[in-house]
């Protein structure tokens, strides 16, 4: 595997916040960017955010459910075809619980963890719908890597919240 540099972090998570900027904002969920990137080339293999597919989606799901159909299967099967290491950064923490009732963004990733490597998030999820996100806990207890890419919180929260109630 290549290693990365912080610049190479920031760039991932730059591209990530762009795509979060392309969601709609609303008040009832976080504008989210998400990619998914093969750790033995560093290429972005799938990309997404938040309502970017049909349904009350996820901007990880959108990468998962856009990689799936790049390889003509399920979100499901892709652990049976993919077989390098990726990584997946986020511009927020991803979410353990799914108040529409949908399996979580957690759940998503614990299930592609034999490809599924490491995780590289903005910041944690804000306390709004769900409270005291033990996401990143249950990723690491299932042996994938979670760490911060620092320096872009304060445009992430603008942007994820863009839509909701000032004060908000």
Request: negative net charge.
């Amino acid at each position: 595997m290549a290693a990365r540099t912080e610049q190479d972090h920031d760039k991932l998570m730059r591209h990530a916040l762009a795509l979060a900027k392309s969601s709609p904002p609303k008040p009832s969920n976080f504008r989210v960017g998400a990619l998914l990137v093969n750790l033995d080339n560093g290429q972005v293999v799938a990309e997404g955010y938040t309502l970017e597919c049909e349904g009350n989606t996820h901007a990880e799901e959108c990468c998962l459910i856009k990689l799936a159909e790049q390889h003509a299967t399920k979100e499901e099967g892709l652990a049976d075809i993919i077989n390098t290491p990726h990584a997946l950064y986020t511009t927020i923490e991803p979410c353990f619980k799914r108040l529409s009732g949908k399996l979580s963004c957690v759940e998503r990733i614990l299930q592609q963890q034999s490809w599924i490597r490491e995780v590289y998030l903005g910041v944690q999820e804000p306390e709004k719908f769900v409270s005291k996100n033990p996401g990143r806990e249950m990723l690491e207890s299932s042996g994938i890597t979670v760490a911060a890419v620092p320096g872009f919180e304060k445009e992430i929260l603008e942007v994820a919240t863009a839509g909701h109630a000032s004060g908000a």
